[in-house]
């Protein structure tokens, strides 16, 4: 027979990403190409402990099909933490829990984009939100990122020329480059959305990792009823239970809760149970600081080996929070043959392309992860790094 | 701001029955209307057993976030319960993890369905796959389902007069009806289908749960190459733990791939592993056979009331296995007044009119739940049902 798949499916970029880190579990190889947290941080005694709570006092309320929008108690936990960690007020009945702000993105492109509708994107930006919603076959358009948060120049002639239903951004800590915007540079963002249809997500799942520096204001302050929040627990204390979440106004939550309804009924209740009594039991914040201190001395092992072996003309950035640092190579060198070098010596990284829209061209772009590689890793990664980068360069 | 939502979620009927649930949450309410299994027959103790020894031997393991596919060692026992239940042999490189089988149909939806594409339904059939697909804004061509399975005839002419790209059907006490297609009737549907282009969506979340006589022939052994075939453990094990399965050629489980990343990454590892824990450490069957029993009694107790109390001329199934029964009320009577009238002597159940893909119109039938209703209730619940019928049909 003759199978005749979608047309929008045919759109969607395969992760070259996942194709790395299936040569990456090999125990051999340096990876700096996962976006992993770190598992030997995992609270896992704690949520031992919180899993077996649920059990006893829920008991098969904990097995049953539940409501779509997520269970209340774990709802009220994340509003409280809005209001607790950063001053933000949110209503319960304006968060959905989802499968990881991955499926945040999904809903958001089901409810929001017709084909050739326009969205800005980051350039670079986050792959999985570029997979996401290629699905509806959207035109991206790409905005540059710098150290200092997006280019409001490049920015305003976009909003100008076109008419973008959506703009999403990571402003904390970005996959894949690291940068954190200035509270200057979000000041000028939300003053030229402000007065557009556009909405802002505002996807949050670094912003918690902070080692230096202080936080620096949410979109939702500046554009309260244009932001949508994504937030995530993956990051900062469990993955394999794909539980984030979604805040938006409540005309887009009625659209959401019905997108949902249709692509899983609801996201995994058990474990939405032990996340909410994990917060009751112990102290995630303290936690949280655990895990940052701890990248903040892998970035920090991660910077000073690019400074000891990298040659002075590559560019890198130095982030204050998160798990990434993105390199420049000088203009003209391409990061996927340098892919093919260091995978000769055993080192892997994501090439830069993968992180942009258009995605024909090769770029002299990468991003390393640091997050899941101990010093000694680093140095001698980094060091073999920078022997392909002169066999590139050199040669 | 001006928010404007895509086309495509506009199609997308909210689901009455979340409505009517919540009525039913009510402990003073007898409900007829939730598709819910008995939470007193989860197997608390040995998933409680089952997640400690997960928490053991596999530690951070279990935490990380893992492979789009799905944990290889739960797709694996799934292979062996085609094998050892069945007699069919299934690739585990065929299988995909999805969070129940709703997100299988959001999957495919995804994969195959352009706009104004073309797929036939059962009616009356399971209404979260109309949803599901409605995401897609394809045409839906209703093909009637009687006792004996699906009506040849129609679905014949279906198939001349029209190009549909997949076929939905629930073969195995079927979502709403409680029929089980006899084993003549799947043989003329997959003699009608053989040699379309028409992929056959094979749903099966009931079949484990036969009462009453032999497992009929399942669609895979007569379209072996034609058939997708979804599972899930939400009705048999677990429902909350959000699990299901995809079961499809190489070619389709590509694409099914690439959007299952694109949606969320991957379904919770966590409980993926608690529930392959739990088929190594517990006789699964066993406990499936002791769900099964304890619904063929429900369901006697259900039929004997209907007989008893109900006036001759209503129409019902006698299922064999599954959680629903479906009533028909003589031609002209609207159950949705039935309903109304219901309502107030604190009974409900689902309308029949959430189970046709053109809903606009109202119907004389309806679907009774009977997995979540102890014998009195079952009794006191049909019996009001009488009267509430009698009013309407002698008013």
């Given at each position: 027979?003759?199978?005749?798949f ?5 759109g ?11 040569i ?17 941080l995992?609270?896992?005694?704690e949520?031992?402990?919180?899993t077996n ?5 829920a008991g098969?309320?904990?097995?049953q ?10 709802r ?9 960690n950063?001053?933000i ?11 990881g702000?991955?499926?945040a993105?999904?809903l ?8 050739n ?8 930006g986050?792959?999985g939100?570029i997979?996401?919603?290629?699905v509806f076959s959207?035109?991206f358009?790409?905005?540059?990122v ?14 100008t020329n076109?008419?973008p239903?959506?703009?999403y951004?990571?402003?904390n800590?970005?996959n ?14 939300a003053g ?9 997500v505002?996807?949050?799942p670094?912003?918690?990792?902070r080692f ?8 939702k302050?500046?554009l ?12 900062t204390i ?7 979440w979604?805040v938006a106004?409540?005309?887009i939550m009625?659209?959401l809760?019905?997108?949902?309804q249709a ?6 209740f058990?474990c939405q149970?032990?996340?909410?009594q ?6 995630n914040d303290a936690?949280?600081r ?11 092992a991660m ?6 072996y990298f ?7 130095e ?9 420049t190579l000088?203009?003209g ?13 055993n080192v ?10 258009n ?10 992860n ?5 010093d ?9 790094m920078?022997?392909c980068?002169?066999e590139?360069?050199?040669?």
């Amino acid at each position: 027979m003759n199978i005749t798949f979608a047309d929008r499916i045919h759109g969607v970029p395969r992760s070259f990403i996942r194709e790395i880190l299936k040569i990456a579990t090999d125990k051999n190889i340096i990876s700096f190409a996962g976006g992993l947290p770190n598992p030997s941080l995992f609270p896992i005694n704690e949520l031992n402990q919180a899993t077996n709570e649920v059990f006893k006092n829920a008991g098969s309320d904990a097995l049953q099909y539940s409501n779509s929008e997520g269970y209340d108690e774990l709802r009220k936990s994340i509003a409280k933490r809005y209001k607790d960690n950063k001053g933000i007020n949110v209503d319960i009945n304006q968060i959905l829990i989802t499968n990881g702000s991955q499926q945040a993105l999904d809903l958001l492109g089901k409810i929001f984009l017709n084909e050739n509708d326009e969205i800005i994107m980051e350039e670079p930006g986050y792959l999985g939100a570029i997979q996401a919603f290629s699905v509806f076959s959207p035109k991206f358009l790409s905005v540059p990122v710098y150290q200092e948060g997006m280019d409001c120049e490049a920015l305003s002639k976009t909003i100008t020329n076109h008419n973008p239903k959506i703009m999403y951004i990571v402003p904390n800590f970005q996959n894949p480059s690291g940068i954190c915007y200035t509270a200057k540079n979000r000041e000028r963002v939300a003053g030229l959305i402000k007065n557009s249809n556009i909405l802002l997500v505002e996807d949050d799942p670094y912003g918690e990792l902070r080692f230096n520096g202080d936080a620096q204001p949410d979109f939702k302050n500046y554009l309260p009823d244009q932001t949508i929040m994504l937030g995530t627990f993956s990051k900062t204390i469990v993955p394999s239970f794909r539980i984030g979440w979604v805040v938006a106004p409540d005309e887009i939550m009625e659209k959401l809760i019905v997108a949902k309804q249709a692509a899983d009924l609801h996201t995994n209740f058990f474990c939405q149970m032990i996340i909410n009594q994990y917060f009751t039991m112990f102290d995630n914040d303290a936690h949280i600081r655990k895990v940052s201190i701890a990248y903040g001395k892998q970035r920090d092992a991660m910077v000073s080996a690019i400074k000891k072996y990298f040659p002075r003309e590559i560019l890198f950035t130095e982030p204050d929070g998160g798990m990434f640092l993105w390199v420049t190579l000088p203009e003209g060198f391409s990061s996927m043959e340098l892919l093919s070098l260091t995978t000769k010596k055993n080192v892997v990284f994501v090439p830069g392309n993968q992180f942009y829209t258009n995605r024909t061209g090769d770029v002299n772009t990468l991003r390393l992860n640091y997050s899941c590689a101990n010093d000694k890793m680093i140095d001698k990664g980094i060091r073999l790094m920078a022997e392909c980068i002169d066999e590139l360069i050199g040669g």
